[in-house]
């Protein structure tokens, strides 16, 4: 299994010194290869939608928080690090015009030297939808025509492209990013649309806070629908981003996974290896950044080494 980290780019800890920390912190230490920022714009001063990343449905952050754009933060990130990927988890696609996306996307894996992925998701906010100009109602289907134009931009000398959503003539992009025939898209989303938008466009699928028996469900779904396109789970990455915390005493049944004692934290990162996960990326659970970069480094030297063994 691969391992990554969260850089926190929405709520308290956005001080760009302590961003720039923690980041050099993760390229230093070899355990990590990816590092990875949430994609938000906008925060609704009254939240009508539901938080689907947690039981409580209301998210951690507010529109009191701050909220650092992700593709202005990856530049940062690309121009202090040579060695970790970095991508998004997961960019909300309908909120970007997938002309200007690619051509971001396409810049960053020059600019990275190849180290792009593109997290890929339909959004859940519909307030901040209206207030990016995305399409609601229609993001599953904006959503897979994005995908198709971007792979087009990626690939084709002068592509052509007339859909529902999106129409390209006449036009080319240059310079093409580095990976080919396009940096890795991991596409979220626990739903069967999701799922199966994954199986049939990415090379990978990304979920947000799911338990390892949650992994087991859903990895057996998409060996389904990869199979119904003629491909295999072997050439399929499997993400999950998780929270991180480490405790004193353990925590009592019904605990967040990777949260708790560091043995707590070493069997539940063993059981999702078990099930079937290849790339974990781990969010520090607090707003304290020295305690942050604590939680980093104890995962790399106290939990890692004995999930491998």
Known sequence: MKYGAMIPNLGAAVDPVEIAALTQQVEAETRYETLMVSDHIVMPTELHSRYPYNSSGIPAFTAEHDILEPFTLLSFLAGITQRVRLGISVQVLPYRHPVVNTKMISTLDVLSQGRIIVGAGVGWLEQEFQATGGDFPNRGSVTDEHIQLFKLLCTEEEPVFHGQHYHLEGFKMKPKPIQKPH?????????????????????????????????????????GY???QGRDISDFTISLRTSLEFTKNPLPEGRTPCTGTTQ?????????QEVGLDHMSVGPRTTNFQEAMEYIERF??????????
Not at 301 to 308: A, F, L, N, R
């Open 183 to 223: 940096p890795p898209i991991w596409v979220g989303g626990t739903t069967g649309p999701g799922k199966r938008r994954a199986a049939r466009t990415a090379d990978g699928w990304h979920a947000v806070g799911v338990n390892q028996e949650g992994i087991r469900k859903h990895r057996a779904d998409l060996i």
């Open 264 to 272: 707590q934290i070493i069997d539940d990162v063993k059981l999702y």
């Open 300 to 309: 790399a030297s106290e939990v890692i080494p004995k999930v491998e063994g």
């Open 226 to 228: 990869l199979d119904e």
